[in-house]
DNA sequence: ATAGTTGCAAACCGTTTGCAATTTA
DNA sequence: TAAATTGCAAACGGTTTGCAACTAT
């Protein structure tokens, strides 16, 4: 991790920005909580355990940073509010996401899996694509586990 | 068109909705503007200019009372603002979109084409998929004429 | 030394809500 | 006529911003 944050620096500094205690507090959090999908108010609250000066807005401007610089990628699940997800260091496309619809649960799917879907595209709609955000909407193997449960003791009775 | 505007009347009648001259005059923006992807104030100002009466919270409360009924679709491309789509008639599945980067055009693309994917979304994460949002980010045909323009000049970098 | 960064509080802006008046089925 | 709906204005909540003090390089 401290070679992450070591690469990370060193980003900043190409860009000519600084990393501050803050920044790295920050940076921290979301490396500690790398499967989660944190908001800049839970980022906030966890960054505050440990570094209690630190301001909301320091928080949204170095989330703001980090997206800019590819670090982070920041998502909208449709709730009002803005997630920050990190990237997997040297991907170039962003991953994707199921979301539970029966529990709010959130799991993420590494393998690419547009790889066709992209070069139809790029052929049939001549657009160069740079990124892509898919996210299904459906139920979890977990709750689809329950689900079947009650089917079975139903069925057994 | 009519004939649409009637179904959708149905619908809401049998939700126990009320067809009034401001949702319907709102769903006739929805209508006339089909390709686009409004935002709510957008179809605010489109509605007020035949019916200046309008209120902002009424069209509000019309397009989250469509959205729930599934005449139209609730979109974020990751600017603040909701957009609103409208679902094409039977349609299951949510359309995908292309946006450009550049010019910040959404272009629509309503073939499916993720049947393969969520195939192997529900057999290797045993993920019931109801719906998906898929969006391309990237540069569309119209900038990508003009880039290649710039390119041939550039020529090195 | 100085350009970049911070914390605070106020401003911002899209969206929601309470309410009294009005309208629809 | 009763329940649903409306317009208005005020409230809300996440995010951004102006500014004076501070800090990393």
Redesign the pocket.
Known sequence: MEGRIERIKKQLHSA????????EATLRVLLENEEDHL???DVYLLVKEKSP??????V???L?LLNELNVVDKINFGD???RYDLRQEGATHFHHHLVCIECGAVDEIKEDLLEDVEEIVERDWKFKVKDHRLTFHGICYRCHESEDDKETKKKAD
């Not at 000066?53 to 320091?58: N, R, V």
């Open positions: 000519s920005y600084k990393l501050t205690p803050q920044r908001s800049a108010e000066e630190i301001g909301l807005a320091t949204y401007r170095t703001e009002g509010v803005s």
